[in-house]
């Protein structure tokens, strides 16, 4: 009988129901696409996140140099000896520690590998490889002047008068690179246990002591370098063993730790220190613990990290994360509203036929519950309508919305520009500290996603039903008898 009777109205008032079930359709479509579209935004800010520090590391250490412990940068190079200076090249290539980074020996982290709050460590070394070319300046012949060419064969100017003519220097060229020394020990923690291996392979633990190198996509495209080529690095020849990608965090290079620090001469030596907290809930306690072992350090945490993102994936999620949640709710709220008043509108147009009901023994509790189950059906079908809006709403967004940009630091070794003790080297090399990625939004409508869109749609059902069905309690079976329809 009740179900018969809640088919019977319904298909009465087939064009009431459509109206309640699609207002209520709008707010949980909205809701569903808002949340994904958060979902994937905080996706997209965790791969930009991991690209940086790995996906197993969670925090990482640095220490700026002390002033004045890290002199100026110099490349002193001479002319070489001959019968003919003037058509004399010189070359130099030199691996140099990040500008303005201060090292740590290996015992500092095996100490914070050793805190309670810490899964692992593992220590990395930054790099920068600059290798400068060129020939020596020439004198112009005809002049009395007695100019010289200083180190490097840049030319100061002579005695000799308006007569001399200036020395003409060819062009210099400078040629520069990042290299990444890996810790092989904990192949879990650092910035390589993200990447994708496109070509070759990874690092294995037996190649702590190779002459081994992975390189970043986008540099061995550039250089023309693949698996099993060679590259040289201040001298020394390297065997490519594979090329990664998702290497965003700014390094062209990784090497095994131990060929690193003999590259730049610093034995036992790293510039940062990967950890990997014991669970999520553990990072903050990690860090509390890493800050007292090293209390002149920096350490960073993701969510430190993420707040120096920037860009217009920042803006996005902001814009999903306060403007477009409160949107959602206020029109969910709306709907919830607007399938009420239908609900009530609807009993009291109805005041005739449960005043009858009434009169005929129906007992109030009767009529609430037949109330409220036409609600509900008006609800799970706004829930159903609402989830494929929200599907329509998200592929509508993955499909239209432009590559957002994230601007972030070029990782742990992004301090490598004028530091407290760094050299000559500034603003080139602090500029690029800083560099935009593009990222691409992948939004997706998950199970929870969908069961909390339909529990949303039987709530508003319900509250709409609830509403109704306490207009329709206080109907007294006399009113039937007032009422001519």
């Known amino acids: 009988m009740f179900l018969t009777y809640l088919r019977r109205e319904l298909r009465r008032r087939r064009r009431q129901a459509i109206v309640v079930a699609l207002g209520l359709a709008l707010g949980i479509g909205l809701t569903v696409t808002v949340t994904a579209l958060s979902a994937g935004v905080q996706a997209a800010q965790q791969s930009v996140l991991h ?22 940068q110099r490349f002193d190079v001479q002319r070489q000896r001959g019968s003919d200076q003037s058509r004399k090249s010189f070359s130099t290539d030199r691996v140099t520690a990040g500008i303005g980074l201060q090292s740590f020996d290996a015992a500092t982290v095996a100490k914070v590998a050793r805190q309670p709050h810490v899964s692992a460590a593992a220590g990395g070394l930054s790099l920068t490889d600059v290798k400068v070319d060129g020939k020596f300046a020439q004198q112009q012949s005809g002049g009395q002047g007695t100019g010289r060419g200083g180190p490097g064969g840049f030319a100061r100017g002579g005695s000799g008068g308006a007569s001399g003519a200036a020395p ?52 061995a495209k550039q250089r023309g370098l693949a698996k099993g080529k060679t590259l040289t690095v201040a001298g020394t020849k390297f065997t490519v063993v ?20 003999g590259l730049a001469n610093l034995p036992g030596k790293v510039t940062t220190i990967y950890v990997k907290a014991t669970s999520a809930s553990a990072v903050d306690a990690a860090g509390g613990e890493v800050r007292k072992v090293l209390p002149k350090a920096t350490v960073t945490s993701s969510s430190d990290l993420a707040g120096e993102v920037s860009g217009s994936l920042s803006g996005a999620a902001s814009l999903a994360g306060n403007l ?10 709306a709907a919830f509203v607007t399938a009420a008043l239908f609900t009530v509108s609807a009993v009291s147009r109805r005041i005739r036929e449960f005043g009858t009901l009434k009169a005929l023994g ?5 009529i609430v519950g037949q109330v409220l189950g036409e609600a509900l059906v008006q609800g799970v079908l706004g829930g159903v309508l609402g989830v494929a809006l929200g599907f329509l709403g998200t592929y ?21 520009g004028a530091g407290p003790g760094g050299g000559r080297f500034g603003g080139g090399f602090a500029r690029a500290a800083q560099h935009t990625v593009e990222v691409h939004l992948a939004a997706s409508v998950t199970i929870g996603t969908v069961v909390l869109a339909v529990a949303l749609a039987v709530a508003g059902g319900l509250i709409a039903g609830g509403f109704g069905g306490w207009r329709a309690a206080r109907l007294r079976p006399a009113d039937a008898l007032r009422r001519v329809d």
């Open 51 to 72: 690209s940086l520090y790995g996906v197993g590391t969670d925090i990482s250490v640095t220490q700026q140099a002390t002033r004045g412990s890290g002199g100026p």
């Open 168 to 219: 003409s220097q060819p062009p210099i060229n400078v040629d520069t690179y990042s290299i990444a020394g890996v810790d092989l020990s904990a192949p879990g923690v650092g910035p390589l246990s993200s990447v994708r291996v496109t070509a070759g392979r990874s690092f294995a633990s037996s190649d702590a002591k190779g002459k081994v190198a992975v390189l970043a996509s986008g540099f």
């Open 362 to 366: 129906w007992r109030t509790r009767r």
């Open 242 to 261: 594979g090329v990664v990608s998702g290497a965003d965090q700014g390094s062209d290079v990784y090497l095994p730790l131990a060929a690193a620090q």
């Open 396 to 416: 509508l967004v993955n499909r239209l919305a432009p590559a957002l940009t994230a601007t972030m630091p070029s990782g742990p070794a992004g301090g490598a």
């Open 324 to 333: 477009g949640r409160w949107l959602a709710v206020v029109v969910l709220i």
